[in-house]
C-alpha cells in the first residue's frame, strides 16, 4: 500500500466524524454519567457533558478497596468489591486453561493425520455455535447434582474453558498452518519430541495468534452472565451478576450503576487499544477460516 | 491442505486428550443430557432421576403454546432485520474507509469498542440513553419542541430500541471483516478496471463485491448464528416486554428456566434452538467448501492474466 494519503473532500470527513460520534457516543455519556451525581442526571437543567464531575459514585462502588471512608458512604456493600476479585479469576484462570489446551489441540489438527480427524474438527465447529442460553438448563442439573460444582469457581471456569475452547481451537489452526514446517523438521533432526517441537518452536511463532485467542477468551469469561448467575453462590458471582442484581425496576441510581458499568468495561477498552491489531486479526482468522 | 509430521500413533491424541476430555464431559455431555432433559417433567428441586418421563408432551405443549411460538417469531424477525442492517452499514462503512487515509488503524480501533464492551454494560448504556425523562434521546427531542419516544414502553418502539442497541454493536463486526476481505483483494483486478476506465460504482459492483462475495456470506451466517444467541443486552433493556414484544428464545428459555421453573419445557426450547444454529452451522460449512474452490480457480485466473 502506498503511504501516500488520498485528498477526500470535506463531506467525507463529517461523515467520518459523524461515525465516530455514533460509534463512541454511548460509551462516552456512560463515563460523563458515572461522574454525576443522581440529583444532576434528574435534573434537566444540567447538560450531558458539561457539569461539575464528582468521584463520589466510584467510591460507593468501590468503597471496599479504599483506604479512607467516604462520609457519603453510609453502608459499605462489598458485593461489587468481591465480584471484581471473582471476575478477574474466573477470567484469568480459565483464559490460561482455554489457551493451552486449545492450542495443542489445534496443533494436532493442523499437523498430525490420524483416525477421525475430520470428525474431530466437524464436531469443534459445530459446538462453536452452542449458545450459552442452550446449555443453561443442563449444565445447571449437572453441575449441581453430578459433579457437585455449583457455586464453586470450579464450576465456572469449567463451563466457560469448554464454551471457548471450540473458537480457541478455530483461530489457532489458521496461525498454526502459518508456522514453517521446515523449523519443525529441524528441530526434530536435532533430536526434539513432538512436545517440545510444539512449547519450544511453535508457540513462540503464534505469539499474536494467542494473544487473539486470550482477549476473546477473558472477554467472553468476563462479560458473560447467563451461566454465571445459574452457577454462581453468593461468594462466587461475578461483577455481570452483581450488576444485573442491582438494577431493580423502578429506583436506579444511575450514576452508581454507570460507575459499575464503567468499571466493567474499562478492561475491554484497555485491550482493544493495545492489541486492536491482534484482534483485528484473530477476527479475521476466526472467521473467514470457516 | 496442511504438511503433516511424522510421529507416533498416538501423539495426536495426547495433544487432543485435554480438550477432548473437557469437551466430551462440559459441552457433548451437557448437550446429550438436555436431549434427555426435554422429555422429562423436571423442577430444579428435583435430581434428574425423580423427574416423571413425558415423552413428546413438552414439544407438544411448546407447539400449542401461544407465547413461544410468538418469541419464536420475535427471535426471527428480530436476526432477519438485525443482520441485514448490519451488513447493509457494515459493508457500506467498509467500502467508504477502504482507501488510504491517516489514522486508519485508530479509526479502526475505534469501531471495534463496541463489540469488546460486556453485553450487560451495553444494555444499560441504552436503558439510560432511552429512559423517558433523563435520557438522551427524549431530552434532545422535548428541547427541541417534540414529544418524547416511549422508547421502552411501546411495544413496537421497544423492538425497535434492541434492533438500534444490537446494530450499534454488531455493526463493527462485518465492517472489520468486509474491510479485510476488501484489502485482500488482488490489485492487478482492479487496477486493470481503473485503466478500462471503470467508474468507482462499477468497480464495486462489478469487482469488489462479486470478489468478496464469498467471505461476506459466511460473515453473514456467523452474525446470523450470533444474533440468535443475543440475550444479555434485550434482558436489561426490556426483559422481553411489554408483553412478549421483545422476549425472544434465548431470553424466554432462560426465563421459563429461572421463572416458571419448567426445566423440562426449557430444555424442549433449547434443543429447537440448538437443531436451527446446527442447521446454519452446517449450511456454511458446505457453502464455503464449495466457495473456496471456485474462488481459488478465480484468483489463479485473474494472476495469470496480469503475468
Known amino acids: 500500500m502506498s503511504a501516500q494519503t488520498e485528498k477526500q473532500n470535506p463531506a467525507f470527513y463529517a461523515l467520518i466524524v459523524a461515525l465516530v460520534v455514533m460509534s463512541v457516543g454511548p460509551i462516552a455519556l456512560m463515563l460523563a454519567t458515572s461522574f454525576k451525581t443522581n440529583v444532576d442526571v434528574y435534573d434537566a437543567s444540567v447538560p450531558a457533558f458539561f457539569f461539575s464531575p464528582t468521584i463520589k459514585n466510584y467510591e460507593t462502588v468501590l468503597c471496599n478497596f479504599l483506604w479512607y471512608e467516604p462520609e457519603h458512604v453510609d453502608y459499605c456493600d462489598p458485593t461489587f468489591g468481591r465480584a471484581l476479585v471473582n471476575s478477574l479469576i474466573v477470567g484469568l484462570i480459565s483464559t490460561g486453561l482455554t489457551l493451552t489446551i486449545g492450542c495443542m489441540a489445534a496443533y494436532a489438527l493442523v499437523r498430525f493425520k490420524f483416525m477421525g480427524r475430520g470428525a474431530v474438527s466437524m464436531t469443534t465447529l459445530l459446538m462453536r455455535m452452542v449458545p450459552p442460553a442452550v446449555l443453561l438448563v443442563p449444565v445447571f442439573g449437572i453441575w449441581t447434582f453430578q459433579y457437585g460444582l455449583d457455586q464453586t469457581y470450579t464450576g465456572i471456569i469449567l463451563i466457560y474453558t469448554a464454551m471457548n475452547l471450540p473458537f480457541v481451537i478455530w483461530i489457532l489452526q489458521s496461525f498454526i498452518v502459518q508456522v514453517p514446517i521446515q523449523l519443525e523438521e529441524a528441530a526434530r533432526m536435532d533430536g526434539a519430541n513432538p512436545f517440545q517441537v510444539f512449547f519450544l518452536v511453535v508457540l513462540p511463532i503464534i505469539q499474536p495468534g494467542l494473544a487473539a485467542a486470550a482477549i476473546f477468551t477473558f472477554r467472553i469469561a468476563w462479560n458473560e452472565f447467563l451461566l454465571a448467575n445459574a452457577l454462581s453462590g453468593r461468594s462466587t458471582r461475578t461483577v455481570p451478576v452483581t450488576i444485573v442484581n442491582s438494577i431493580t425496576e423502578y429506583d436506579i441510581n444511575w450514576g452508581v450503576i454507570m460507575a459499575t458499568g464503567m468499571l466493567l468495561a474499562i478492561p475491554p477498552i484497555l485491550f482493544t487499544f493495545v492489541a486492536s491489531k491482534q484482534i483485528i486479526t484473530g477476527m479475521t482468522a476466526g472467521a473467514v477460516k470457516g | ?231 444479555e443486552v434485550i434482558l436489561v433493556l426490556t426483559n422481553g416486554g411489554p408483553g412478549l414484544s421483545t422476549e425472544i428464545l434465548a431470553l424466554r428459555i432462560f426465563r421459563t428456566a429461572q421463572e416458571f421453573q419448567e426445566l423440562g419445557e426449557a430444555a424442549a426450547m433449547s434443543n429447537l434452538l440448538l437443531m436451527l444454529l446446527m442447521a446454519l452451522t452446517i449450511g456454511m460449512f458446505l457453502y464455503n467448501r464449495v466457495q473456496e474452490a471456485r474462488v481459488a480457480r478465480q484468483r489463479a485466473a485473474a494472476e495469470k492474466d496480469d503475468d
Open chain 2, 1 to 231: 491442505m496442511s504438511v503433516a509430521i511424522k510421529a507416533n500413533r498416538l501423539t495426536p491424541y495426547m495433544f487432543l486428550a485435554p480438550a477432548g476430555l473437557i469437551l466430551i464431559f462440559a459441552l457433548l455431555y451437557p448437550i446429550g443430557y438436555m436431549v434427555y432433559a426435554s422429555f422429562l417433567d423436571w423442577s430444579p428441586s428435583q435430581r434428574i432421576g425423580q423427574a416423571e418421563f413425558i415423552g413428546f408432551r413438552n414439544y407438544v405443549n411448546l407447539w400449542g403454546d401461544e407465547a413461544f411460538r410468538e418469541s419464536f417469531w420475535v427471535t426471527i424477525r428480530f436476526a432477519a432485520i438485525v443482520v441485514t442492517l448490519e451488513m447493509i452499514l457494515g459493508v457500506g462503512l467498509a467500502l467508504l474507509l477502504d482507501r488510504n487515509l491517516k489514522g486508519m488503524a485508530v479509526l479502526r480501533t475505534v469501531f471495534i469498542l463496541p463489540m469488546m464492551i460486556a453485553p450487560i454494560v451495553v444494555g444499560l448504556m441504552w436503558r439510560y440513553m432511552y429512559h423517558p425523562t433523563v435520557g438522551i434521546f427524549n431530552r434532545t427531542l422535548k428541547s427541541l419542541g417534540f414529544e418524547g419516544i416511549p422508547w421502552l414502553s411501546d411495544s413496537t418502539w421497544s423492538f425497535i430500541a434492541i434492533v438500534i442497541a444490537d446494530v450499534w454493536q454488531w455493526t463493527p463486526f462485518i465492517f472489520i471483516l468486509a474491510l479485510a476481505a476488501m484489502q485482500s483483494l488482488p490489485r492487478s483486478a482492479l487496477e486493470a478496471a481503473e485503466i478500462d476506465g471503470a467508474s468507482e460504482w462499477q468497480k464495486i459492483l462489478m469487482i469488489k463485491l462479486p470478489l468478496m462475495m464469498p467471505v461476506l456470506i459466511v460473515t453473514l451466517l456467523l452474525r446470523l448464528i450470533d444474533a440468535f444467541k443475543v440475550l
